[in-house]
T-cell receptor, first 113, second 114 residues
Framework: NAGVTQTPKFRVLKTGQSMTLLCAQD?????MYWYRQDPGMGLRLIHY???????AKGEVPDGYNVSRLKKQNFLLGLESAAPSQTSVYFC????????????FGQGTRLTVV | AQSVTQLGSHVSVSEGALVLLRCNYS??????LFWYVQYPNQGLQLLLK??????LVKGINDFEAEFKKSETSFHLTKPSAHMSDAAEYIC????????????FGQGTELSVKP
């Protein structure tokens, strides 16, 4: 049972480059989330999705786009990377009901130089 | 709007001492509350969760938390700290019966001294 899988695990980008982070879950969860984690800032929600074909903005959406074309996948895109986007990115998924916990991927460490 | 506040970004205890990590929440409806643990360079693992069945919740590794509605708190405790408990502990809240966004606190880094 793979749970939540993120690819890639590490990436170095130059300023202005683009990339896509892939998140895949095999638990048939409705909700999927992208967070970034920075020292002293905790986990901040970038975008989330409550179902296939739907996405919504979180706390820090600027500079990112997402897509949920398939229920099991949630993609996070950086169109023009900036050094401020250097962070560790986590994907998570959860069931629809409130008491269900979120399951996390192992994270993607992104450095923008 | 829901929010979570964790008091103390760093907590240091001696091995064998009581662990107390504080979490206060704000929610307009009955919340669901979670504690996660994060070891260095790893993802988050669920420690325990409050789902309104019981106010005292027991989790893995002898951790427990008590939901106190009057204090809007969900503090995490462990009677006796082990060196292996050193990690980041993160409290989270989810609002409502229909689910919704999972919002996290800033996290508390626990250090355990020998």
């Amino acid at each position: 049972n793979a749970g939540v899988t993120q690819t890639p695990k590490f990436r170095v980008l130059k300023t202005g480059q683009s990339m896509t982070l892939l998140c895949a879950q095999d638990m048939n969860h409705e909700y999927m989330y992208w967070y970034r984690q920075d020292p002293g800032m905790g986990l901040r929600l970038i975008h989330y999705s409550v179902g296939e074909g739907t996405t919504a903005k979180g706390e820090v959406p600027d500079g990112y786009n997402v897509s949920r074309l398939k229920k099991q996948n949630f993609l996070l895109g950086l169109e023009s990377a900036a050094p401020s986007q250097t962070s560790v990115y986590f994907c998570a998924s959860s069931g629809r009901t409130g008491h269900t916990e979120a399951f996390f991927g192992q994270g993607t460490r992104l450095t923008v130089v | 709007a829901q929010s979570v506040t964790q008091l103390g970004s760093h907590v240091s205890v001696s091995e064998g001492a009581l662990v107390l990590l504080r979490c206060n929440y704000s929610s307009s409806v009955p919340p669901y509350l979670f504690w996660y643990v994060q070891y260095p360079n790893q993802g988050l693992q669920l420690l325990l969760k409050y789902t309104s069945a019981a106010t005292l919740v027991k989790g893995i590794n002898d951790f427990e938390a008590e939901f106190k509605k009057s204090e809007t708190s969900f503090h995490l405790t462990k009677p006796s700290a082990h060196m292996s408990d050193a990690a980041e502990y993160i409290c989270a809240v989810r609002e409502g019966n229909q689910g919704g966004k999972l919002i996290f606190g800033q996290g508390t880094e626990l250090s355990v001294k020998p």
